[in-house]
């Protein structure tokens, strides 16, 4: 019995055991890797992250308007849409680099509202002075804040 054991375990495996071994474990890899869904979590905590920003905007922008005896900071267009209206991206800084877009500098002036414009996740070109996020005043006087570059196909909108 025991010359039975020890000639098989000197021959070692054979390819096809280790062939198949190595397929069940990259199976199993597989369906791991497609039940994490890695670029789902990405997506999702970008996602949430952009929601979090919009309330933070949209809390400032409320606090000053608050201090501000009910108005509403001048420079917020009046829009139908957040996520499609052309012209109300928050920038990002404040001064001359934000012509074309909503300059919010008055909430992070000495950090009195927020210490810094939130910045979409997305954004890593420092060439543009947007901040991704969108801002508006709708008909009745209700300011909206958007986040038109928000994944998955979701509407991330807050609105006050």
């Known amino acids: 019995m025991s010359r039975f054991f020890s000639i098989y375990w000197r021959r070692g495996f054979t390819l096809i055991e280790l062939l198949v071994v190595m397929a069940v474990i990259a199976i199993l890899a597989s369906l791991i890797i497609v039940a994490i869904n890695?670029?789902?979590?990405?997506?999702?905590?970008?996602?949430?992250?952009?929601?979090?920003?919009?309330?933070?905007?949209?809390?400032?922008?409320?606090?000053?308007?608050?201090?501000?005896?009910?108005?509403?900071?001048?420079?917020?267009?009046?829009?139908?849409d957040c996520a499609t209206a052309v012209g109300n991206e928050v920038c990002r800084s404040a001064g001359a680099a934000c012509v074309g877009y909503v300059d919010l500098s008055v909430l992070t002036a000495n950090q009195k509202y927020i210490v810094l414009m939130p910045i979409d996740p997305l954004i890593v070109n420092a060439s543009s002075n947007g901040a991704g996020y969108r801002v508006g005043r709708n008909a009745n006087g209700r300011i909206t804040v958007c986040a038109p570059l928000a994944e998955r196909g979701l509407t991330i909108s807050v609105t006050q």
């Open 38 to 80: 890695p670029a789902k979590q990405f997506a999702d905590a970008r996602n949430a992250q952009r929601m979090s920003d919009v309330r933070v905007l949209l809390n400032a922008i409320a606090q000053y308007a608050v201090d501000s005896n009910g108005t509403f900071p001048s420079v917020i267009p009046s829009i139908s």
